[in-house]
């Protein structure tokens, strides 16, 4: 007479939980581990796209640095009041007021810079207007409204534009929405500082003048004589991410093309040396990550 089947017995059932606990144990740590890669691709696809997009109007802007003017530095000189009435700045070439911070190791100071912009209007200064005009009348230089017109120039001329000459300052702040990389223009009151991009944590310049490259101006003979502006951007992710991977974001350079080995933090090789390093994971846990641009300016071209 056989037995009957009354189920299993407590040792059976014990390991069967112990068994489905492996289960769903490695279920949820698979889970949780892909989760954290996709949050942590999702950070690094939004830095890099804000990245992409604000090196673009960089490289933009930056490119027609004194363009339309050149020749008017310095050889003229226009002092201009800061709106919001933070003082006066005088014009005499095309990049100036370079603030540019030593980096150090992991140490974060942003850079920033003044350069001339030219824009689709005339601009007054003490009363008294300036311009430039491109394609050029008598030369790449500013007018006043006065040699305007002497000149005799229909500004109606569909072969002629009337460019506003404006500084602006390039610059990175930390107010209450985060991190922010700015553009001040110093001809409007009501729109004294254009938001370039957010999340952007560093900005640092380097300046290519006399055939070498410059960290700041006490290398640099002559402002009016800068041919080429490097830089790079540090952008992080709005979200922390934990659990992200940790290395150094570093930018590498080759020493003979700088023109003070002060610039290099850190040596590769008896050629190359570091010149920008910084964590890619923040305190807070946010991803970072670096842009690089260059350009070469269009004075440059033209001149």
Known sequence: ??????????????????????????????????????????????????????????????????????????????????????????????????????VGDHNIVSDSLIFVYAFGEISSVDDEEYFTVFPNVDGNVFYSSDEFGDLEV?????????????????FVSNDDEGYRLYLKNFAYNDRGQWILSESIEDISFQYYENGAWHADENTISDMNNIRKIRFWLLGRSKKSVPGAGQQDLEVVVDKDSLADDDICIDNVDSNKCVVYRVPSVDEEGRIRMLSRGEVTLRNAVLN
Do not use: W
């Open 1 to 102: 007479m056989s037995k009957k089947n009354n189920g299993l017995t407590l040792v059976e059932l014990l390991i069967v939980l112990v068994v489905m606990s492996l289960i769903m144990g490695g279920l949820v740590a698979a889970f949780i581990s892909h989760s954290r890669i996709s949050s942590a691709e999702e950070a690094r696809m939004e830095v890099q796209q804000n990245l992409r997009v604000v090196t673009d109007r960089l490289k933009h802007v930056l490119r027609h640095a004194g363009f339309g003017c050149y020749d008017s530095f310095p050889d003229k000189k226009i002092t201009m009041s800061e709106p919001q009435g933070d003082g006066n700045i005088d014009i005499d070439s095309f990049i100036f007021d370079l603030n540019n911070m030593d």
């Open 154 to 170: 229909d500004i109606n001329d569909n072969d002629l534009s009337i460019l506003e000459v404006i500084p602006v300052r390039i």
